[in-house]
């Protein structure tokens, strides 16, 4: 019989989380959401200090099993939280093109 690794499901995570946010004088008045999914903790919101948005992220991702963290918290000085999808993706104009791309040289 094979043990597999214990696994806390999403909704744990979630609520360990906001168990230790609550429980740091830093954290605890924010008004911030989150949410889990596949062990990744998003956080989003806003805070008064970028020493405020750190602290969440660190107290986030020291939780068991947090694979990681993506703050969009916003907070003066931080980065947009917005986040954008650049992609260069070329639609190929000609037969010839697409058989390059396939890597046909005939």
Same mark, same amino acid.
């Given at each position: 019989? *094979?043990?597999?690794?214990?696994?806390?499901?999403?909704?744990?995570? =979630? @609520?360990?989380?906001?168990?230790?946010?609550?429980?740091?004088?830093?954290?605890?008045?924010?008004?911030?959401?989150?949410?889990?999914?596949?062990?990744?903790?998003?956080? @989003?919101?806003?805070?008064?200090?970028?020493?405020?948005?750190?602290?969440?992220?660190?107290?986030?991702?020291?939780?068991?099993?947090? =694979?990681?963290?993506?703050?969009?918290?916003?907070?003066?000085? @931080?980065?947009?939280? @917005? =986040?954008?999808?650049?992609?260069?993706?070329?639609?190929?104009?000609? *037969?010839?093109?697409?058989?390059?791309?396939?890597?046909?040289?005939?």
């Amino acid at each position: 019989m *094979q043990i597999l690794p214990y696994s806390r499901s999403d909704e744990d995570i =979630r @609520a360990a989380v906001l168990i230790v946010l609550v429980a740091d004088e830093r954290t605890a008045a924010a008004e911030l959401r989150l949410g889990v999914l596949n062990g990744i903790v998003h956080l @989003a919101g806003a805070v008064d200090s970028l020493a405020k948005r750190a602290a969440v992220e660190e107290l986030a991702s020291c939780v068991e099993g947090v =694979r990681g963290v993506v703050n969009r918290i916003e907070a003066p000085g @931080a980065p947009d939280p @917005a =986040r954008t999808i650049d992609l260069d993706l070329k639609t190929p104009n000609s *037969q010839s093109e697409i058989k390059n791309m396939n890597g046909d040289e005939s």
